[in-house]
């Protein structure tokens, strides 16, 4: 059995030795994905426009080709996701500085703008969204996608709405992006968490 250091020399030297090959070169060594598998990518933005903090189908976002390169790598399904704090962060000389603070209702606001858009744009290029876990399937001709939220700004303090995105199609909320959000949320959903626990503590011992 191959041991853990072992293992990460033999991957560092892989890896120095494929950063000295061109691109062309390491394209040619990429297997191909079988395609009776199921392929799901829990992080992208295919579609986003830094330029209009929002999804867009145009020639900066290049979202026809980048569905097509998704179709060929048999991708199934992906998370989707929404920017919560978009319009609080810019891109800055040592990385993402936040600019501001939402005023009240505005990140909600935000969300709706975004929900509404990222919607819009993927069915110009026939890219259905699904709330269905039965649609994670090899049978699936996907790219199929589910919906995220980058940031619990939009929330604004009220774990209400986590109900509302829920019946929105949001199935994954990333607590925190870039901007900072309040610890109410946090000490809110903790004892929510903790509530869950507890509940399934209690339905384990019956």
Same mark, same amino acid.
């Given at each position: 059995?191959?041991?853990?250091?072992?293992?990460?020399k033999? =991957? %560092?030297?892989?890896?120095?030795?494929?950063?000295l090959?061109?691109?062309?070169?390491?394209? +040619?060594?990429?297997?191909? !994905?079988?395609k009776k598998?199921?392929?799901?990518? /829990?992080?992208?933005h295919p579609?986003?426009?830094?330029? @209009?903090?929002? /999804?867009a189908?145009?020639? @900066?976002?290049?979202?026809p080709? #980048?569905?097509?390169?998704?179709?060929?790598g048999?991708?199934t399904?992906? /998370?989707?996701?929404?920017?919560?704090? +978009?319009?609080?962060?810019?891109?800055?000389?040592?990385?993402?500085?936040?600019?501001?603070?939402? +005023?009240? %209702?505005?990140?909600w606001?935000e969300y709706?703008?975004?929900?509404?858009? =990222?919607?819009?744009? /993927?069915?110009?290029?026939? =890219?259905?969204f699904? #709330?269905?876990l039965?649609?994670?399937?090899?049978?699936?001709? %996907?790219?199929?996608?589910?919906?995220a =939220?980058?940031?619990?700004?939009?929330?604004?303090?009220q774990l209400?709405?986590? @109900?509302? +995105?829920?019946?929105?199609?949001?199935?994954s909320?990333?607590l925190?992006?870039? !901007?900072?959000?309040?610890s109410?949320i946090?000490k809110?959903l903790?004892?929510?968490?903790?509530?869950?626990?507890?509940?399934?503590?209690?339905?384990?011992?019956?």
């Open positions: 059995m191959q041991r853990r250091k072992q293992f990460l033999n =991957v %560092g030297m892989i890896a120095a030795g494929a950063s090959l061109p691109v062309n070169k390491l394209a +040619a060594l990429a297997m191909p !994905a079988p598998s199921i392929y799901f990518d /829990f992080h992208c579609g986003w426009s830094m330029t @209009e903090r929002n /999804f189908n145009n020639a @900066e976002t290049m979202l080709q #980048t569905v097509s390169e998704m179709k060929e048999h991708l399904c992906g /998370f989707l996701a929404l920017v919560a704090d +978009a319009p609080l962060i810019k891109p800055g000389p040592k990385g993402i500085i936040i600019t501001r603070k939402y +005023a009240p %209702g505005d990140g606001t709706k703008r975004q929900l509404q858009r =990222v919607k819009e744009v /993927f069915a110009q290029v026939s =890219v259905p699904s #709330t269905d039965n649609d994670l399937s090899t049978k699936t001709n %996907g790219p199929i996608g589910y919906l =939220v980058e940031g619990g700004d939009f929330l604004d303090d209400e709405r986590i @109900e509302e +995105a829920y019946q929105d199609g949001v199935r909320i990333q925190v992006h870039y !901007a900072p959000i309040t109410v946090c809110r903790k004892r929510h968490l903790m509530d869950c626990l507890r509940l399934v503590k209690m339905s384990s011992k019956r």
